[in-house]
């Protein structure tokens, strides 16, 4: 069964750091990209960053960049997702998510519509 396991969230005041663990398994996680989506109440899902274990390709949503930094660990099937400087902004369930779409992951952004497979989310709540 294909599994993608989200985890790391938590309360944290502004400003601390949460690392956010992906631990996937069931598909060949060397040919696919992995995602990291959030979703405050009221508002749409959106793509934060992303990483291909095809090409090494990584990108970043504006308003993290700088702040979070995205890893793969081919041995452990595990992407992480490392927030530092946190925002109340930041507030959401993250979702990560991935596609063996080669076009999934670009230096511009991720493709969310060829997603294939989610995991359940993890609460990230940055108080001020």
């Known amino acids: 069964d294909v599994q993608l396991q989200a985890s790391g969230g938590g309360l944290v005041q502004a400003v601390g750091s949460l690392r956010l663990s992906c631990a996937a398994s069931?598909?060949?996680?060397?040919?696919?990209?992995i995602a990291w989506f959030r979703q405050a109440p009221g508002k749409e899902r959106e793509g934060v960053s992303c990483?291909?274990?095809?090409?090494?390709?990584?990108y970043y949503e504006d308003s993290v960049k700088g702040r979070f930094t995205i890893s793969s660990d081919n041995a452990k099937n595990t992407v992480y997702l490392q927030m530092n400087s946190l925002k109340p902004e930041d507030t959401a369930v993250y979702y990560c998510?991935?596609?063996?779409?080669?076009?999934?992951?670009?230096?511009?952004?991720?493709?969310?519509?060829?997603?294939?497979?989610w995991g359940q989310g993890t609460q990230v709540t940055v108080s001020s």
């Open positions: 990483i291909s274990n095809l090409d090494g390709i990584t």
């Open positions: 998510a991935a596609s063996h779409a080669h076009f999934y992951c670009s230096p511009y952004g991720i493709s969310k519509k060829v997603s294939r497979y």
């Open positions: 069931g598909f060949t996680f060397d040919d696919y990209a």
